[in-house]
């Protein structure tokens, strides 16, 4: 078994190339600022939401998440417009 250090923890693959141990994670871009790439390159642009043993940040939302569900009739808003 390969292992080795990634963002997301360490990672190792089995002798049949497969993940040794499967796993999803949820990121969310955040404070991203226009025209720079190099922001990307630590990570830290993109923090991990969950699972919680892999979590860097927490969810940032703009408004409650209440105010996402909309009626019947209504339009759809964009929940991270304000």
Known sequence: MHS???VAGE???AKDGEWAK???VFT???NVAPN???QF???SKQPILWPPEFKTGDLAQS???KSWVFEAGQSHRDPLVT
Do not use: L, N
């Open 63 to 65: 408004k409650p998440i």
């Open 4 to 6: 080795f250090q990634t």
């Open 22 to 24: 499967p796993r999803m």
């Open 28 to 30: 969310q871009f955040q």
């Open 36 to 38: 720079d790439v190099e």
């Open 11 to 13: 990672m190792a693959f």
């Open 41 to 43: 390159a630590a990570g």
